[in-house]
């Protein structure tokens, strides 16, 4: 079966554009999050969507990032204006659980989109 | 602070050099440890799930144990294929979201 997809899978782009993050989670997965993973460090939680509500927005790192999930399904990172300190590799999950995850419902990660800000 | 550090950075084994790797944390509440393998220019990849300490999970050529204040992930025999950088992550109290650590890259030489 298909995995969670995200497009494009690398996007280089100049200071100060703007760019869109796509991701397609596994069908029927309810729970889907973004996170940032940056040389040397642990992955950075971003957001989180049950459905198509993000009840915790707390990890975005500014008002320059937004997401929005419609349908229950497709999911979009923006980031406006963007900087150098941006440049990261950008990961989606998904997972079947509500919000809790367990061990019959883990993250399924995609292989996400590597962000380069020059 | 909720706190998750996975040892070493890195580890270099020949094929057939048995391991360990360590993820030691702390957390209010353990809900749950996770440990996910991530190859380059992919996704992390679910392994395993702990709950409470003492309890052991097998896969393969890798089993995972854990106590109250670490987890070990052992390594048996390793192939040059095992090779990967290996995450762990907690889950605690009544939140979702998981504490990641940086990653153990683990590189198996034939």
């Known amino acids: 079966g298909a995995g969670v997809s995200q497009s494009p899978s690398n996007k280089v782009t100049e200071k100060g554009k703007d760019v869109e993050l796509r991701c397609d989670p596994i069908s029927g997965h309810t729970a889907l999050y973004w996170y940032r993973q940056s040389l040397g460090q642990g992955l950075e939680f971003l957001i989180y969507f049950q459905g198509n509500s993000a009840p915790d927005k707390s990890g975005l790192p500014s008002d320059r990032f937004s997401a929005e999930r419609t349908g229950g399904s497709v999911s979009t990172l923006t980031i406006q204006r963007t900087q150098q300190e941006d440049s990261a590799v950008y990961l989606c999950?998904?997972?079947?659980?509500?919000?809790?995850?367990?061990?019959?419902?883990?993250?399924?990660f995609g292989n996400g989109t590597r962000l380069t800000v020059t | 602070e909720d706190q998750v550090t996975q040892s070493p950075e890195a580890l270099r084994l020949q094929e057939g050099e048995s391991s360990s790797l360590n993820c030691s944390y702390t957390?209010?509440?353990?809900?749950?440890l996770f440990w996910y393998r991530q190859d380059p220019g992919k996704g992390p990849e679910f392994l395993f799930t702990?709950?409470?300490?003492?309890e052991e999970k097998e896969k393969e050529r890798l089993k995972a144990t854990l106590t109250k204040k670490e987890s070990f992930l052992h390594i048996t025999a390793p192939k040059p294929e095992d090779s990967a950088t290996y995450l762990c992550a907690v889950q605690a109290g009544g939140n979702y979201q998981l504490i990641w650590g940086a990653g153990t890259k683990l590189i198996i030489k034939p």
């Open positions: 957390v209010s509440g353990l809900r749950g």
């Open positions: 999950a998904s997972s079947a659980g509500q919000g809790m995850v367990s061990y019959n419902s883990p993250l399924h």
């Open positions: 702990l709950y409470s300490a003492g």
